[in-house]
Every structure is written in structure tokens, then in C-alpha cells.
């Protein structure tokens, strides 16, 4: 446990990914079964890193633990189709995660991406309202990473205008201040439109724009279709 909470301070709260990365194999030589801490290894070497192919090996050493894992069964479909654009393999990887209430949102903004790369934004749209409201209108500390990787994924497709429009309909902008603020700095390309936010949303609303950015950094240049 100390290591892999060392791992996430690292990684998370000071932004040292090296360090962050010794701790979590430290971790996995103590407990080579620790489903968690390949999950988190994968994440830190996907989102953080950029060395996709070592991710995909955390991620599934994770699920030779417990095929059943269910974070890293979706992390491993944002990595297959997003940034490795293997769209057949990651439906086929999507096809193994029981449609269940644990990791609701993950699930519908998942299904949502499905339907944006075929060009199908009316139901994209119906999924995305579903994650809304599986999220409850916040990001959810467990999920957080998937609604930025998504967001990645929209502006990548040039979608975002109509998620933006789609949050005004459901008044997720009133109810999810720094997301929407995030986002339209990034529709417009410029992060310093932030310092136009209010004062007590701009910290939490630089850092989902700089989460965004990140995740972005790591997709092709083609999207897969």
C-alpha cells in the first residue's frame, strides 16, 4: 500500500512520473498480482509517458490477474483505439466489459467515442447524455481520467462545438463550471482565456484544460475510422 500511495503522490501531486514509475514497479516486485498497481502503471505509462506499447503490456499483465478488472479492461480500450488507433481490436476489447452500474459513465462515454469515429453524433449524443447522469453532473475522482481522455477525443475530432452544446442542454455548463470553461479555452486554442474565469473555479479549470491537452499530445495524427 505505501508504495503504491507513494506512486499516485508522485505522479499526481508533484508531477515527477520517473519516480512515480520506480515506485509502482517496486510495488508490483513486492506483489506481482496486484491488479491495481499495473492498472495505474499503465495509466501513468499511457496518459503521462507516451510509451503505448508498455502500457498495453500493464494493462493486460492486469487482466491475466483478474480478467474481470474492470478499469483496466476500459483503459486498455481508450489505449487500443484512441492512441494506437486499433479500432477493431478495441470494439472486440469493449465487447468483453459487462454492461454494468459499476463504472456506469466510463461505459456510455465509451460507447459514446464508438459512435463519433462512425460519424453518428446522434448517438453519440444520447450516450453522452447517459454518462451525465451516471456521473451526476461532476468527474468522479474514479473516472476523471476517462471524461478527460474523452474530451481529448472530441476536440481531436473536431466535435467539441457540439458537446459544448449538448452540455447547454443539459445545463451541465451551469452545473460543471470548470469542464465548460475548460473547454471553450480549448475550442478557441488558447489556454489564457482562463484568466477570464471566475476566480474560484480558474485553478480546477487549468488543470482539466491541462489534463485535456495532455491526453490530446498523445493521439494520432489520423483518427481511426
Not at 3 to 26: F, I, P
Not at 80 to 99: M, N, Y
Not at 111 to 129: P, T
Not at 148 to 165: D, E, G, Q, S
Amino acid at each position: 500500500d505505501a508504495w503504491h500511495n507513494l506512486g499516485s503522490v508522485l505522479a499526481h501531486n508533484l508531477g515527477e512520473y520517473a519516480a512515480a514509475e520506480q515506485a509502482y514497479r517496486t510495488l508490483l516486485e513486492l506483489a506481482p498480482n496486484n491488479t491495481e498497481g499495473w492498472n495505474n502503471l499503465g495509466n501513468l505509462l499511457a496518459d503521462y509517458l507516451g510509451r503505448t506499447d508498455e502500457a498495453e503490456r500493464a494493462y493486460s499483465s492486469a487482466l491475466k490477474c483478474d480478467p474481470n478488472e474492470i478499469a483496466a479492461q476500459h483503459n486498455l480500450v481508450f489505449l487500443l483505439r484512441d492512441i494506437q488507433g486499433k479500432l477493431p481490436e478495441a470494439a472486440s476489447a469493449f465487447a468483453k466489459i459487462a454492461e454494468s452500474g459499476e463504472l456506469a459513465d466510463s461505459y456510455a462515454l465509451q460507447r459514446g467515442l464508438f459512435a463519433a469515429y462512425a460519424e453518428n453524433w446522434g448517438e453519440a449524443k444520447q450516450h453522452f447524455r447517459v454518462a451525465f447522469e451516471q456521473a451526476g453532473y461532476i468527474l468522479p475522482a474514479i473516472t476523471a481520467d476517462d471524461w478527460y481522455r474523452t474530451c481529448a477525443v472530441l476536440l481531436h475530432l473536431n466535435l467539441l462545438p457540439k458537446f459544448l452544446a449538448l452540455m447547454d442542454e443539459l445545463d451541465a455548463t451551469r452545473r460543471m463550471v470548470p469542464l465548460a470553461e475548460a473547454l471553450r479555452a480549448h475550442e478557441q486554442g488558447e489556454r489564457g482565456l482562463l484568466q477570464n474565469s471566475p476566480a474560484e473555479v480558474r485553478p480546477v479549470a487549468e488543470k482539466i484544460y491541462d489534463e485535456i491537452a495532455r491526453r490530446r499530445a498523445n493521439l494520432p495524427v489520423r483518427a481511426p475510422g
